[in-house]
Every structure is written in structure tokens, then in C-alpha cells.
T-cell receptor, first 111, second 111 residues
Framework: RKEVEQDPGPFNVPEGATVAFNCTYS??????FFWYRQDCRKEPKLLMS???SGNEDGRFTAQLNRASQYISLLIRDSKLSDSATYLC????????????FGTGTRLKVLA | DTAVSQTPKYLVTQMGNDKSIKCEQN?????MYWYKQDSKKFLKIMFS???????INETVPNRFSPKSPDKAHLNLHINSLELGDSAVYFC??????????FGPGTRLTVT
């Protein structure tokens, strides 16, 4: 089983739709959680950190469920510019801190 | 005001050659990383340095040798390049377990 699992997609949604991605992690020593966005041929960029109480940044909402070991990302009112790959990242403590990346979920927002 | 920079951005070379990629960060972070992203887009950790000390060394051929002259720089030297080394190499930095910031990537093509 992969340490961090995501549905690769692609998720094709119309503009204005709400879309949600889930990510599951297997290591209970996971300490920090993040969502990154990666555009084609570009570097991953931090979208948001995920806090235990859940957090929101504009149209984006992230949630963490430690009991079930998953995190989610909700995008409301999708824009064409949201089209990208969304990477789930978990930081685990295994001797030292280590970041584990999911394979990413590809989103295409259609006009 | 670039945060994490890498050079070169593109590198095309022949099998058997030796090449280096340089990375610098001006964020004051204490930890730097090298990742490899292959054609399947999976981002995999190669090395991590904390205050110039190697703390993560994943299963990477010993043809790859990282060097950290100071905590703002982490270079990657690759000996005897092989076709399978073709990928995008990303440098990143962070403060211990907080979010990472990535460089723009070096697209390496071995012919």
C-alpha cells in the first residue's frame, strides 16, 4: 500500500462547479499535511497547509480527519485557471522529518 | 527576490557525461532537498540536508552525489549519466517540518 494515495483523475468539471479531492495516508506518525498545486512543466507550489480544525482560503477548503487518516480539498466555483494537478503531501517523523507526496489528482475545468 | 533558484533550467547531454545542478535558497531555511520527477510525474525524494548535514539519502545510485557548501546551497553532481536519469530535478527548502518551497526545476535529457 502506498504511503499517500490519491485518485489520479482526471476530474473534468464545468466552470462554476464544486469539486472535492480526497487523499489517504497510512503512517500514523504523520505530523503535517499540505496541498500543493502543480501546473504542467512547472514546480509544485503550496496551495494550503491543512490544520486539524480544517481551514479555508477563499474558494478552497481543506479538512483533516486523523481518525480515518485522510485529508480533503474542496474547490468551490471552479475557474479555468484551477486546471492543474493537485498533490497531497504528508510530513512524517521517521527518525527525521520526511515529506511524502501523493501521485497527484489532475483537474480540468472546462468552459 | 527569487526564493529557491536552480541552474541550469535545461540540460541536454550524452550518456556517460558528468554534470552538476546548482540550487540556492534565500529564505533562511535550514533544510534543503533534491527530488526527481520522472515521466509518470511521480515526485520522489532523493536527498535531504539539514544545516549542511545529510539526513535523508534514499535508494539512489551512488553516481548521484549531493554537496552542501552552506545551508543556503545544495548542489547535485551526477557521474556517468544514463538514459534513465532523464527527468525533472527539483530542489526545495523548508524549515524542518513546515511547508516546502520548490525551485523551478532542471529538465535533464540524456541522449
Amino acid at each position: 500500500r502506498k504511503e499517500v494515495e490519491q485518485d489520479p483523475g482526471p476530474f473534468n468539471v464545468p466552470e462554476g462547479a464544486t469539486v472535492a479531492f480526497n487523499c489517504t495516508y497510512s503512517n500514523s506518525a504523520s505530523q503535517s499535511f499540505f496541498w500543493y498545486r502543480q501546473d504542467c512543466r512547472k514546480e509544485p507550489k503550496l496551495l494550503m497547509s491543512v490544520y486539524s480544525s480544517g481551514n479555508e482560503d477563499g474558494r478552497f477548503t481543506a479538512q483533516l480527519n486523523r481518525a480515518s487518516q485522510y485529508i480533503s480539498l474542496l474547490i468551490r466555483d471552479s475557474k479555468l485557471s484551477d486546471s492543474a494537478t493537485y498533490l497531497c503531501v504528508v510530513n512524517i517523523l521517521s527518525g527525521t522529518y520526511k515529506y511524502i507526496f501523493g501521485t497527484g489528482t489532475r483537474l480540468k475545468v472546462l468552459a | 527576490d527569487t526564493a529557491v533558484s536552480q541552474t541550469p533550467k535545461y540540460l541536454v547531454t550524452q550518456m556517460g557525461n558528468d554534470k552538476s545542478i546548482k540550487c540556492e535558497q534565500n529564505l533562511g531555511h535550514d533544510t534543503m532537498y533534491w527530488y526527481k520527477q520522472d515521466s509518470k510525474k511521480f515526485l520522489k525524494i532523493m536527498f535531504s540536508y539539514n544545516n549542511k548535514e545529510l539526513i535523508i539519502n534514499e535508494t539512489v545510485p551512488n553516481r548521484f552525489s549531493p554537496k552542501s557548501p552552506d545551508k543556503a546551497h545544495l548542489n547535485l553532481h551526477i557521474n556517468s549519466l544514463e538514459l534513465g536519469d532523464s527527468a525533472v530535478y527539483f530542489c526545495a527548502s523548508s524549515s524542518t517540518r513546515y511547508e516546502q518551497y520548490f525551485g523551478p526545476g532542471t529538465r535533464l535529457t540524456v541522449t
